[in-house]
């Protein structure tokens, strides 16, 4: 059975030794992030900030700090997290409506809103002021009234007012721009904070349709139906044992300056006009704890949590085309984007290349696409180089394709100012052995991780 909701998730890891709680007095303003920062270097528990100066509420890091606690919030192990991952995807669930829900159990509506009351952090003095970036956004396309649940940064304006950034190919950018071709000046979502780990898995997802209710597949993902209730004030459905949720309305015609922050890609993203959100209402759970996430140079707790699920998502589509990969590894080094490793069985010669080609060209748009037989581990950097070093021939086993649709924040990219416009080039290295040859044999001591040696082991 799944979580029901982060409170459980967070027992669970107590019970395994893998949360702190921090009584005293911690800064919003900075100190956070350097705190933060040292945990993800360290790989520290789970941290509770029960005492963040000058907020009502405390505040929970690091919920998707490692591997190791999305292991457990799959509730699985190594060996089978991406075959669960892709049964969940396969065997969606839809969800059910409930009529009263945890996260309603204090409604904040009108003038008493004031969005500085919660523990909003400015994690670096880069950054152009408090980004709320662990919120998960619910919104709906406003032609077929899909739902959507994705990750997207919100910096705080003043007391009831966020800026946010979606990227226009995302969903959420998407219902966006189409509500705006519709003629609407406004559009209506919520923003969830704290919630069962999984449903922050579900937002990473790639290769998925516009036509397809998030929902449903966090469902699947959690072996049961995601609980939604209806928001207050606003015509967005959001899972009912949230600790938070925001209502929002975004404005179209009210532009103002939103950023720098430091992004997954390890750099600033400059500021620029963006359109606002105006908060509708807060609603919370009582004793609500607020969830905070901080992104920046890899790897940090946004890549942990986008690895497994791009991996998967990845690997079911890529699977459609080439059955015989056996694995595939989407770097976080890279920004769980633009370094991503494929393993695979040749079936004819340049079987390799057509799927390096399929990769170059899906939605992961990376930037460096090694392809290796089986027998590499794809997850250890060490193998894979040894692939490069001994398998290729440069002249015949790089290919470079210019002028690619770009991972729209790569400061190396072409055309910085407009983000669907950005420009690459993409290179794919064909590092398996080539089909029917016969090669090297590989000097490794046969059946050594069997072998039963005590003395080491204690």
């Not at 207050?232 to 404005?251: H, L, Q, R, S, Y």
Request: proline share 7%; with cysteine; glycine share 8%.
């Amino acid at each position: 059975m799944a979580y029901k909701d982060l409170r459980e998730f967070l027992e669970a890891s107590r019970k395994a030794g893998d949360v702190i709680e921090v009584d005293r007095p911690i800064d919003c303003n900075l100190e956070v992030g350097k705190a933060i920062r040292k945990c993800y270097a360290q790989n520290a528990p789970i941290v509770i900030f029960n005492n963040p100066k000058g907020k009502d509420y405390p505040m929970v890091s690091g919920v998707f700090g490692n591997r190791e606690r999305a292991l457990r919030a799959f509730e699985t192990d190594n060996a089978s997290i991406i075959g669960k991952f892709i049964n969940g995807l396969d065997n969606p669930i839809e969800p059910v409506m409930v009529d009263a829900a945890p996260c309603q159990e204090v409604v904040i509506t009108g003038d008493d809103i004031d969005l500085n009351k919660l523990p909003i952090p400015k994690f670096s003095p880069l950054d152009g002021g408090p980004f709320l970036t662990a919120g998960i956004t619910v919104s709906k396309d406003p032609e077929t009234g899909v739902r959507d649940i994705g990750h997207f940064r919100y910096m705080l304006h003043d007391k009831n007012t966020f800026g946010w950034f979606a990227q226009p190919f995302h969903r959420f950018g998407k219902n966006c721009s189409k509500a705006k071709a519709m003629g609407m000046d406004k559009f209506q979502a919520a923003i969830v904070i704290g919630t069962d780990p999984v449903l922050g898995y579900t937002c990473q997802l790639k290769q998925i349709p516009d036509t397809v209710d998030d929902f449903t597949l966090a469902g699947g993902l959690r072996g049961e139906a995601v609980e939604l209730v209806k928001c207050k004030t606003v015509d967005v459905e959001v899972p009912a044992t949230a600790e938070f949720v925001i209502e929002i309305e975004v404005n179209f015609n009210e532009l103002r300056e939103e950023g720098p922050l430091g992004e997954y890609t390890g750099y600033m993203t400059p500021g620029s006009p963006k359109p606002v959100c105006k908060v509708k209402a807060i609603t919370h759970r009582r004793d609500p704890l607020f969830q905070v996430l901080l992104t920046g140079k890899p790897v940090t707790e946004n890549h942990i949590l986008k690895n497994i699920p791009f991996e998967a998502s990845f690997l079911k589509a890529m699977r459609g085309q080439f059955p015989t990969i056996t694995d595939v590894s989407v770097r976080p080094s890279g920004g769980v984007q633009l370094y991503v490793v494929i393993a695979m069985k040749q079936r004819y010669a340049g079987e390799a290349r057509h799927a390096i080609l399929a990769a170059m060209s899906s939605n992961i748009r990376p930037k460096w696409v090694i392809a290796v037989d089986p027998d590499i581990d794809v997850h250890n950097s060490a193998e894979v180089e040894w692939a490069m070093s001994y398998r290729t021939v440069p002249g015949r086993d790089v290919i470079v394709v210019k002028d690619v649709p770009s991972a729209p924040l790569d400061p190396s990219s072409t055309n910085e100012q407009q983000t669907n416009a950005r420009l690459n080039d993409t290179v794919g290295v064909d590092a398996t052995i080539p089909f029917g040859a016969e090669y090297a044999s590989v000097a490794d001591v046969p059946d050594w991780q069997e072998y039963d040696f005590p003395e080491i082991q204690r």
